[in-house]
């Protein structure tokens, strides 16, 4: 069984800041890493994902996550925010095993408020 | 590129009753998803389908039920609806073995 958890319900910051949203996992087996972002009243939308080789991968919109497995982490990252990136941010995992690649665990979200 | 749709959009109910939602993927993606989203949680997955009349149950399926009849159409009835499950109900597809998804926009479901 996999979990997740993402540490900060709530980030705050300006336009042109940098930020980083926090995940981190528990599972033993072979991962597969993403996430999503909710607009209010809509659907999730991926970013990105990992499952193998370069640690740091890229998503779009400027956003970037890195894998750890020594810290059982995968941080999101984006340099400079734009106030449309004001959103819910899941952080999702699953064992990367055919069929259940699919079956995703997600966190509880953190909402990321970007002031202009 | 395609498109996930959900209908309704709102649906209202009583306490006891039977609801349907039906969701539509025109991505000709194999696997098919009912996820439960309330509020300031995560998603919690229902059920889910690899291929046309296939199920799979996820963490919260009991008091559902999940009808695959084509490979573009996935269906969740809400058995006997209770006021505690009010939430959104997303319906989501991928390709094969991948655990890039593809959400609708929700069907928010309300029971009186």
């Known amino acids: 069984t996999q979990t997740v958890s993402q540490s900060d319900a709530h980030v705050t910051v300006f336009e042109g800041d940098s930020v980083e949203l926090r995940c981190n996992y528990s599972?033993?087996?072979?991962?597969?890493l993403s996430w999503y972002i909710q607009h209010h009243g809509r659907g999730l939308q991926f970013l990105l994902k990992?499952?193998?080789?370069?640690?740091v991968v890229q998503g779009v919109n400027g956003f970037k996550a890195e894998f750890s497995k020594s810290d059982s982490s995968f941080h999101l990252r984006k340099a400079s925010v734009h106030w449309s990136d004001s959103a819910v941010y899941f952080c999702?995992?699953?064992?990367?095993?055919?069929?259940?690649?699919?079956?995703?665990?997600f966190g509880h979200g953190t909402i990321l408020r970007v002031h202009p | 590129g395609g498109i996930i749709t959900q209908t309704p959009k709102f649906l209202i109910g009583q306490e006891g009753q039977k609801l349907t939602l039906k969701c539509q993927q025109n991505?000709?993606?194999?696997?098919m998803y009912w996820y439960r989203q309330d509020s300031g949680k995560g998603l919690r997955l229902i059920y889910y389908?690899?291929?046309?009349?296939?199920?799979q149950k996820g963490d919260l399926s009991e008091g559902y039920d999940a009808s695959r009849e084509k490979k573009s159409s996935f269906s969740l009835t809400v058995t006997s609806a209770q006021k505690n499950e009010m939430a959104v109900f997303l319906c989501?597809?991928?390709?094969?073995?991948?655990?890039?998804?593809?959400f609708g926009e929700g069907s928010k479901l309300t029971v009186l």
């Open positions: 989501a597809s991928s390709p094969a073995n991948t655990g890039q998804l593809y």
């Open positions: 599972y033993g087996g072979s991962i597969y």
């Open positions: 990992y499952y193998s080789g370069n640690p």
């Open positions: 999702a995992v699953s064992a990367n095993t055919g069929a259940n690649t699919g079956k995703l665990t």
């Open positions: 991505f000709n993606h194999d696997t």
């Open positions: 389908s690899i291929t046309e009349n296939d199920l």
